[in-house]
């Protein structure tokens, strides 16, 4: 290549980024969060998790999805390869999910060979792209053979064929791995489809709206990168579309479609897709600066923590409709709590914290992430849960992977999204509004927080979940800004398991709490639940200390959830406990616990890759005392 041909593409790249970079984005969310791109997560909890993501889930899942056809049904759709579509036609969004994670994973440690294997996969996906941007290739493969759910027609079936579901996640795909590498070819590929999609649906066009929600996320992403507003529009044009029978016969309350959502006031139906879509509405809140959702949004998420959320955070009861049961309705062996409805929990109250600046969704957040989402992947990384009943008497089985973790499913939705879930954590720990700097999450990590122009290296470093102490070093500042930190008081440690009344602590047992600031005490001023650190011009190497104390807890559920009356739980920090035979051998279903008995905590460095247990005395069917033992669930 010339040289004057290297500089037009240097160029090119250059106005590239610029235009990326500097896009308008006129309202946003009030509440900046810190971005994957700037936390390195370096922890004894979290990042070995992180490794393994990196060195066996990646690897497992694109191999799992080479093996089931997933990527060469791009290969043959492009033309690249013979042969039949293999799978279902929602399988393209597998890939796109593990590229995302992929992604993330790359911005944070650069792989040669993981970037040639993605980038291979790309050129896969571009080659399946139709001239006009289409990319679904079970259509793509052989028009007169898609699945019966796919529809005859492009858009003839948009209530089962998942056709702009795909794309959604195709897209996040596409901006993540713009922002880790700073390369367009995947983003090439999204633009082009989501152009496509603009000219096909859209007011005075076609009114139909995705079965599933996801592309809503997907185009606000877009939107975000390119500053184009028409992405913006269009996600708004589907969340306003739903529920308004003008333009597609209405899918019922399975997808959300069963009235318009500003009418909506509980949540209903498939709660991935639910929880998904409750999102995608709280970016165009914030996105447009608009209100109109408020009440639909405030009223649905009261609905779910008050009446609808397991004590693990799992979300969705009827393994039938993978949903929402009735208000308090939450059986335990029979849960469904898909690892994908925990995940989409946690992407919504991220957003709702961004939005709105209150504690619950962070706390939310925290026990939807070690107990509803963690839960879903092996200490290994190669095997996973699909649901998450939290009872089990090893045969009840609705859909695979309820009784142990399995290594793969025919729907793969769970084990790829934890692979884009885990590596993108870093960007859940900080955000930044005016002059604070919010720490919702306790694990360590070395970050670079750019506030007002200004950086602050921070350094946090701590056990949690083990234990409650968390050292903050102010690693490196120019000390020209002052700035005040508000650390979230977890809502474990304000004796609130949940926000409502559907759980609570049986004793209202004041944890202790401290601050200290180089080594000083300080007195603590807590506001809407963060303790807040006064602004200051830190200077390298300042110290901030904050101390929650742990300690066993029983939680109690109300009476109304007819499956938990008369049982306990057992809780320490953000952690949920389990009984399982193997420590419990007499047997842990007919265990009587004495509510006023002593349990003590001890960390067992050997157990699971290291976890604390509960232990205590407890009295078998037969009235026998026998020792009592409980693990973290997740585990
Ligand atoms: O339909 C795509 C995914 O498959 C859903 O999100 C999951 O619940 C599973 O049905
Ligand atoms: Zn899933």
Same mark, same amino acid.
């Given at each position: 290549m010339s040289t004057f041909s290297k500089l037009k593409i240097l160029l090119l790249f250059l106005i590239f980024n610029i235009i990326y970079c500097e896009a308008q984005i006129i309202n946003d969310y009030p509440i900046s969060p810190v971005s994957f791109t700037k936390v390195s997560i370096d922890d004894e909890f979290w990042k070995p998790r992180i490794t393994t993501n990196n060195e066996v889930t990646i690897p497992d899942t694109f191999k799992k999805s080479e093996e089931t056809g997933r990527i060469r049904n791009f290969a043959i759709a492009g033309g690249l390869e013979d042969g039949e579509f293999e799978g279902i036609f929602y399988?393209?969004?597998?890939?796109?999910?593990?590229?995302?994670?992929?992604?993330?994973?790359?911005?944070?440690?650069?792989?040669?060979?993981?970037?040639?294997?993605?980038? !291979?996969?790309?050129?896969?996906?571009?080659?399946?792209?139709?001239?006009?941007?289409?990319?679904?290739?079970?259509?793509?493969?052989?028009?007169?053979?898609?699945?019966i759910a796919a529809g005859k027609e492009r858009w003839s079936h948009l209530i089962h064929n998942h056709e702009l579901y795909n794309v959604g996640h195709m897209y996040e795909a596409a901006v993540a791995h713009f922002l880790a590498t700073g390369e367009e070819n995947l983003l090439n590929v999204a633009i082009k489809n989501a152009n496509l999609i603009d000219n096909v649906f859209g007011p005075n066009k076609n009114l139909g709206v995705p079965g599933h929600q996801e592309i809503e996320m997907g185009l606000v992403k877009l939107y975000?990168?390119?500053?184009?507003?028409?992405?913006?529009?269009?996600?708004?044009?589907?969340?306003?579309?739903?529920?308004?029978?003008?333009?597609?016969?209405?899918?019922?309350?399975?997808?959300?479609?069963?009235?318009?959502?500003?009418?909506?006031?509980?949540?209903?139906?498939?709660?991935?897709?639910?929880?998904?879509?409750?999102?995608?509405?709280?970016?165009?809140?914030?996105?447009?600066?608009?209100?109109?959702?408020?009440?639909?949004?405030?009223?649905?998420?009261?609905?779910?923590?008050?009446?609808?959320?397991? %004590?693990?955070?799992?979300?969705?009861?009827?393994?039938?409709?993978e949903g929402f049961g009735p208000d308090y309705e939450l059986p335990n062996a029979t849960a469904y709590t898909e690892t994908c409805a925990a995940i989409s929990m946690m992407l919504w109250n991220h957003r709702l914290f961004l939005l709105t600046g209150d504690v619950k969704y962070m706390d939310v957040f925290e026990r939807t992430l070690y107990n509803g989402f963690l839960p879903?992947?092996?200490?290994?990384?190669?095997?996973?849960?699909?649901?998450?009943?939290?009872?089990?008497d090893g045969k009840y089985e609705f859909n695979q992977g309820m009784i142990k973790r399995s290594p793969w499913f025919d729907t793969a939705c769970c084990p790829v999204n934890i692979v884009r879930v885990l590596p993108s954590l870093?960007?859940?720990?900080?955000?930044?509004?005016?002059? !604070?700097?919010?720490?919702? %999450?306790?694990?360590?990590?070395t970050s670079e927080i750019d506030i007002k122009g200004k950086k602050i290296k921070l350094n946090q470093s701590t056990n949690y979940p083990w234990d409650g102490k968390v050292k903050l070093t102010v690693e490196d500042s120019d000390g020209e800004l002052s700035t005040g930190f508000r650390i979230r008081v977890p809502g474990w440690a304000r004796n609130?398991?949940?926000?409502?009344?559907?759980?609570?602590?049986?004793?209202?047992?004041?944890?202790?709490?401290?601050?200290?600031? !180089?080594?000083?005490?300080?007195?603590? +001023?807590?506001?809407?639940?963060?303790?807040?650190v006064e602004n200051n011009?830190?200077?390298?190497?300042?110290?901030?200390?904050?101390?929650?104390?742990?300690?066993?807890?029983?939680? %109690?559920?109300? +009476?109304?959830?007819?499956?938990?009356?008369?049982?306990?739980?057992?809780?320490?920090?953000?952690l949920v406990y389990c009984a399982e035979e193997v420590d419990n051998p007499s047997g842990v279903l007919d265990l009587r616990l004495d509510l006023n008995s002593d349990f003590k905590y001890f960390y067992d460095k050997e157990l699971l890759g290291g976890v604390g247990k509960i232990i205590g005395k407890a009295k078998n069917i037969n009235d026998v005392e026998v020792d009592f033992a409980a693990i973290p669930y997740y585990a």
């Open positions: 399988d393209d969004s597998d890939v796109f999910k593990i590229i995302e994670g992929a992604s993330y994973s790359l911005n944070q440690i650069p792989k040669q060979k993981l970037k040639e294997y993605v980038d !291979n996969v790309i050129f896969k996906i571009a080659a399946a792209q139709e001239e006009d941007g289409y990319l679904y290739t079970n259509r793509t493969i052989n028009p007169s053979k898609v699945q975000r990168l390119t500053g184009d507003i028409k992405y913006l529009n269009l996600a708004k044009f589907f969340i306003d579309q739903r529920g308004n029978s003008e333009g597609h016969d209405l899918y019922g309350t399975y997808s959300q479609d069963h009235k318009p959502f500003v009418e909506q006031r509980k949540a209903v139906g498939h709660s991935v897709r639910a929880g998904y879509f409750y999102a995608g509405a709280t970016d165009i809140a914030a996105l447009t600066g608009s209100n109109e959702y408020d009440e639909s949004i405030f009223s649905i998420w009261e609905d779910i923590v008050q009446h609808k959320t397991y %004590l693990t955070g799992g979300i969705g009861s009827e393994p039938h409709i879903g992947i092996s200490l290994e990384g190669d095997t996973y849960f699909y649901p998450n009943p939290l009872e089990s870093s960007g859940y720990i900080y955000s930044v509004n005016d002059n !604070n700097i919010y720490i919702n %999450l306790f694990i360590g990590n609130e398991v949940l926000p409502g009344n559907l759980y609570k602590y049986s004793d209202e047992r004041k944890l202790n709490l401290s601050l200290s600031i !180089n080594g000083t005490n300080q007195k603590i +001023e807590i506001k809407d639940g963060y303790v807040i011009y830190w200077k390298s190497g300042d110290i901030i200390k904050i101390f929650f104390e742990m300690d066993v807890r029983k939680v %109690l559920s109300n +009476e109304k959830v007819v499956a938990n009356r008369g049982k306990i739980a057992f809780e320490r920090g953000p």
